[in-house]
């Protein structure tokens, strides 16, 4: 059975850095579209990065500088390098998988099929 599990949320102070990891098992397909989402108080689920099957990233614009996305496939794990972090970066981080293969942006939530059940990142100014 197909799993994300995330971690490397932290509390941390504006302008510091973190690393979210998230480890992947149980799929069977040699490798995945997998992207980064997150999600406010009360805001929606928003996309943060993604790397496609190229592994091509691509990047909300409000991260676009700050955040870098990589996949390693040999230890099935997808990081999420945050630097310059903001108040505004607080939430709860996602990583997510889609079955099938897809080449170029994709931030849709409903795009993907598979998702970890989240850590939370808080930003402190």
């Known amino acids: 059975q197909e799993q994300l599990v995330e971690s490397g949320g932290d509390s941390v102070q504006a302008g510091g850095s973190l690393t979210l990891s998230c480890a992947a098992s149980?799929?069977?397909?040699?490798?995945?579209?997998m992207a980064w989402f997150r999600q406010g108080p009360a805001k929606e689920r928003e996309g943060v990065a993604s790397?496609?099957?190229?592994?091509?990233?691509y990047y909300a614009d409000s991260v676009k500088g700050r955040f870098t996305i990589s996949q390693d496939n040999a230890k099935n794990t997808l990081h999420l390098q945050m630097n310059s972090l903001k108040p505004e970066d607080t939430a709860m981080y996602y990583c997510a998988a889609r079955r099938d293969p897809h080449f170029g942006a994709l931030l849709s939530p409903g795009a993907y099929n598979y998702w970890g059940q989240g850590t939370q990142v808080t930003v402190s100014s």
């Open positions: 149980g799929f069977t397909s040699r490798r995945n579209v």
């Open positions: 790397i496609d099957y190229s592994l091509i990233p």
